[in-house]
T-cell receptor, first 110, second 114 residues
Framework: SQQGEEDPQALSIQEGENATMNCSYK?????LQWYRQNSGRGLVHLIL?????REKHSGRLRVTLDTSKKSSSLLITASRAADTASYFC??????????FGQGTRLTINP | DAGVIQSPRHEVTEMGQEVTLRCKPI?????LFWYRQTMMRGLELLIY????????DSGMPEDRFSAKMPNASFSTLKIQPSEPRDSAVYFC????????????FGPGTRLTVL
């Protein structure tokens, strides 16, 4: 099964700056989801964007989806130290299972 | 709701021993997933169930791994015999099984096989 490719693998920024993470995939999807994983914890669902949507917002999160390029981006605005975590995109290809990317490790420096 | 519950949270065992990981999904969810996470391979789907029936076990690495879901509120993942390369964090997740398919993850079981 195909995995999403996430870019960058690691990102370190200063508190207050914006963080952008990208995800690319290979086959068609029903929807694409973003999850966050704090160190030593399980993944937590952040936001879902459907295949017929181009942009979605949730608080400081903004997700875009370009199905023609098979890519998505997650933008976190005005980052905080608590945003330090790994972020994963997950592709819903149907059959109720998700295929996860390798993740981006985000570090917010105070 | 208590969320997805996994036990034990940590397990240290010796090579060759049997290991059983347990999961209680969120009440009312009808899909359950077992994942394995390592630094080298990332997050891998091992098997998933829908309405207690195994749907896709293509991710199970080999016959040493088996999973059961005897009822809607309980699942086990068994490794017998265990090997050092099985060391990983094992996550259980559940979902409503709807079209939107958001998954809720448990805290994971950190398995170390010596």
């Amino acid at each position: 099964s195909q995995q999403g490719e996430e870019d960058p693998q690691a990102l370190s920024i200063q508190e207050g700056e914006n963080a952008t993470m990208n995800c690319s995939y290979k086959t068609s999807i029903n929807n694409l989801q973003w999850y966050r994983q704090n160190s030593g914890r399980g993944l937590v669902h952040l936001i879902l964007i459907r295949s017929n949507e181009r942009e979605k917002h949730s608080g400081r999160l903004r997700v875009t989806l370009d199905t023609s390029k098979k890519s998505s981006s997650l933008l976190i605005t005005a980052s905080r130290a608590a945003d330090t975590a790994s972020y994963f995109c997950a592709m819903d290809q149907g059959a109720q299972k998700l295929v996860f990317g390798q993740g981006t490790r985000l570090t917010i420096n105070p | 709701d208590a969320g997805v519950i996994q036990s034990p949270r940590h397990e240290v065992t010796e090579m060759g021993q049997e290991v059983t990981l347990r999961c209680k999904p969120i009440s009312g969810h009808n899909s359950l997933f077992w994942y394995r996470q390592t630094m080298m391979r990332g997050l891998e789907l091992l098997i998933y169930f829908n309405n207690n029936v195994p749907i896709d076990d293509s991710g199970m690495p080999e016959d040493r791994f088996s999973a059961k879901m005897p009822n809607a509120s309980f699942s086990t993942l068994k490794i017998q015999p265990s090997e050092p390369r099985d060391s990983a964090v094992y996550f259980c997740a559940s979902s409503l099984g709807s079209r939107l398919n958001e998954q809720f993850f448990g805290p994971g079981t950190r398995l170390t096989v010596l």
